[in-house]
Structure formats: C-alpha cells, structure tokens
C-alpha cells in the first residue's frame, strides 16, 4: 500500500492517506456518527449503529478501506473503495468519503478521492461511478467534478434531505483509459 502526504497550508494540515487499520474505527466513527446523524449527504439510515456502519465501512482485500491522518496521528477522514458490481460489471469501482467536519476545506476529500483514483487504477478498474451524490451536496459535487467526474443522470427527488426536502441525487462517473492489450483491463 502506498503512502500519500499532503500539505495543505500549515504543518498542521499535513496528512497521511494510509490503509486503515482496526486500530483507526474509533478515530472515523468519531465523524462517521455525526455525519450519518445529520442525514444531509450520505443515504444511509440515520439511525445507523456502529457495528452495521463498521461491517460497511471497514473492508478485506480485494475491496480497500483508507483512512486520511495527520500529524498528530488523529484520523481527520476515511475512503472506502470496491467494485460497484459483481461479475460483469466488476469492473467499474466506486468510492465512497467522510472527513470530520472540523476539518472541511483544507483539501482532506480531495486528497482522498485523488488517492482512491489512483488505487482504482493500480486495481485495473477501468472507471469510478459515485451512485448517490445528494445535489444539494454542492462542494462535493464541484469537487468530483473538478477531479474529471461527469454527472452522468440525476434522479429526480431520489435524495430526502432533512432541510430541504425532497433533492435530486446524482450519478456521477469517471473513465479510465482503456487496457491496450483487451480484456477488462483488471489485473
């Protein structure tokens, strides 16, 4: 597994994008919890408890789970990559993102979601579909978009967000280049 660092401003702000251990589940539960709770971007129950969100989360190869730490060790953010389908659409990934709210805007999602695109490829995926980003989800929407995703369809009222009400939720996708050699183009 590679490492990735990423300075965003201060030394404060470094990160480290690593495999998560079982060691990390406390440090994302943390964020997880609240995030979920507040039912604003992830379409998951909000009532979700820890061991179902753990059993979700926390993955075994081939799928990966990474979580963003900085300097001080605390986990600030996690990512979760697999194949979006078995068989023969196991070859398209997807990805999903939390970062602690204490620490949005200082490029944590970014780096994550760069990271997995790169992991993906490293994989032999040949695309990353997201299949439910909330359109009232905005920063995330500019910000998969400024990393080469396109929207691809949105579903009318297919997102219930608790504030306003009944929003589109997108399906977002990005490829990678195609296996010059044919197949699949997974290892």
Same mark, same amino acid.
């Given at each position: 597994?590679?490492? *990735?660092?990423?300075?965003?401003?201060?030394?404060?702000? *470094?990160?480290?994008?690593?495999?998560?251990?079982?060691?990390?589940?406390?440090?994302?539960?943390?964020?997880?919890?609240?995030?979920?709770?507040?039912?604003?971007?992830?379409?998951?129950?909000?009532?979700?408890?820890?061991?179902?969100? *753990?059993?979700?989360?926390?993955?075994?190869?081939?799928?990966?789970?990474?979580?963003?730490?900085?300097?001080?060790? &605390?986990?600030?953010?996690?990512?979760?990559?697999?194949?979006?389908h078995?068989?023969?659409?196991?070859?398209?990934?997807?990805?999903?993102?939390?970062?602690?709210?204490?620490?949005?805007?200082?490029?944590?999602?970014?780096?994550?979601?760069?990271?997995?695109?790169?992991? &993906?490829?490293a994989?032999g995926?040949?695309?990353?579909q997201?299949?439910?980003?909330?359109?009232?989800?905005?920063?995330?929407?500019?910000?998969?978009?400024?990393?080469?995703?396109?929207?691809?369809?949105?579903?009318?009222?297919?997102?219930?967000?608790?504030?306003?009400? $009944?929003?589109?939720?997108?399906?977002? $996708?990005?490829?990678?280049?195609?296996?010059?050699?044919?197949?699949?183009? *997974?290892?």
């Amino acid at each position: 597994m590679t490492e *990735r660092d990423k300075a965003d401003g201060p030394a404060r702000d *470094r990160i480290t994008i690593r495999a998560a251990t079982a060691s990390d589940w406390p440090g994302i539960w943390r964020f997880m919890s609240e995030i979920v709770a507040a039912g604003e971007t992830f379409s998951w129950d909000p009532g979700l408890d820890e061991g179902a969100a *753990r059993s979700r989360w926390m993955h075994s190869p081939p799928a990966r789970t990474f979580a963003a730490v900085d300097a001080n060790g &605390a986990v600030v953010g996690s990512a979760e990559m697999e194949q979006n389908h078995e068989g023969p659409g196991s070859h398209i990934a997807t990805a999903s993102f939390m970062v602690d709210p204490a620490r949005h805007g200082r490029g944590i999602g970014r780096a994550l979601c760069a990271h997995t695109l790169e992991m &993906a490829r490293a994989d032999g995926f040949r695309g990353m579909q997201f299949n439910a980003v909330a359109q009232t989800n905005t920063v995330a929407v500019a910000l998969w978009q400024s990393l080469g995703f396109e929207i691809l369809a949105t579903i009318p009222e297919g997102f219930h967000h608790p504030t306003a009400g $009944y929003v589109g939720l997108h399906v977002m $996708y990005q490829p990678f280049a195609t296996n010059p050699h044919g197949g699949d183009g *997974r290892k």
